[in-house]
């Protein structure tokens, strides 16, 4: 584990009582609502409102993030369903999960450096199972590019999008497996931005793993 990173996330969470707002992601409510309940991944569960919002809702969820600050607020705040997630400290560039193991991977607003080379991508990937499902959301890539103050904290160029990561399924089908994408498209939010921020529209992909 980058032990760096991590120390800036939890130094990130302490600085507040709560960073997020407890509330599930909305992409994630909308595509996932009519899914059939099984075993769940969440990348960079922060402080749990997907993962809670899940394991309400049946499924069994596997909760990850690098700052243990973030997960113990998260499992503080899901004593009704403790029996329901596994909370899980680690860096998916070191550790990745188990291949095959997931009937659905969501990666919200994940922030997934290539400096780290692919292993942590093409895990994510791999760990959708057969007839699982694999849900990627970031901000609008033109969203963040239009706002001077943000490109001068981040370049683009640093990270996985998108299109990224179905170009990582197109790569998948060598191997055997094969992929049916159901949604590639940059919409509006459906919440409005959080105060000072350009974050109006969200890049979605959803692929079904059908091999």
Same mark, same amino acid.
């Given at each position: 584990? &980058?032990?760096?990173?991590?120390?800036?996330?939890? /130094?990130?969470?302490?600085?507040?009582?709560?960073?997020?707002?407890?509330?599930?992601?909305?992409?994630?409510?909308?595509?996932?609502?009519?899914?059939?309940?099984?075993?769940?991944? &969440?990348?960079?569960?922060?402080?749990?409102?997907?993962?809670?919002?899940?394991?309400? $809702?049946?499924?069994?969820?596997? @909760?990850?993030?690098?700052?243990?600050?973030?997960?113990?607020?998260?499992?503080?705040?899901?004593?009704?369903?403790?029996?329901?997630?596994?909370? #899980?400290?680690? &860096?998916?560039?070191?550790?990745?999960?188990?291949?095959? #193991?997931?009937?659905?991977?969501?990666?919200?607003?994940?922030?997934?450096? $290539?400096?780290?080379?692919? @292993?942590?991508?093409?895990?994510?990937?791999?760990?959708?199972?057969?007839?699982?499902?694999?849900?990627?959301?970031?901000?609008?890539?033109?969203?963040?590019?239009?706002?001077?103050?943000?490109?001068?904290?981040?370049?683009?160029? &640093?990270?996985?999008? #998108? /299109?990224?990561?179905?170009?990582?399924?197109?790569?998948?089908?060598?191997?055997?497996?094969?992929?049916?994408?159901?949604?590639?498209?940059?919409?509006?939010?459906?919440?409005?931005?959080?105060?000072?921020?350009?974050?109006?529209?969200?890049?979605?992909?959803?692929?079904? $793993?059908?091999?």
């Amino acid at each position: 584990m &980058d032990n760096d990173t991590a120390q800036e996330w939890d /130094e990130r969470y302490r600085a507040s009582e709560q960073l997020f707002s407890g509330n599930p992601n909305g992409v994630l409510v909308d595509e996932v609502s009519d899914m059939r309940p099984g075993q769940a991944l &969440d990348v960079g569960c922060g402080e749990g409102g997907d993962a809670l919002w899940l394991a309400r $809702r049946g499924w069994r969820v596997t @909760a990850v993030d690098v700052s243990e600050v973030a997960l113990r607020r998260a499992a503080a705040a899901g004593a009704d369903v403790e029996d329901r997630i596994a909370w #899980a400290r680690a &860096d998916l560039a070191v550790t990745p999960p188990p291949a095959g #193991a997931f009937d659905l991977v969501t990666v919200q607003y994940f922030p997934l450096l $290539r400096a780290s080379g692919s @292993a942590a991508a093409r895990g994510i990937v791999d760990a959708v199972a057969p007839g699982g499902t694999l849900l990627f959301v970031t901000h609008a890539l033109a969203d963040l590019t239009q706002a001077p103050e943000v490109t001068a904290e981040f370049d683009p160029a &640093d990270y996985y999008w #998108a /299109e990224d990561i179905a170009a990582l399924l197109t790569e998948s089908t060598e191997d055997g497996r094969a992929w049916k994408v159901e949604v590639d498209e940059t919409r509006p939010r459906t919440a409005p931005a959080p105060p000072g921020t350009h974050h109006h529209r969200d890049t979605v992909l959803r692929a079904v $793993r059908t091999a």
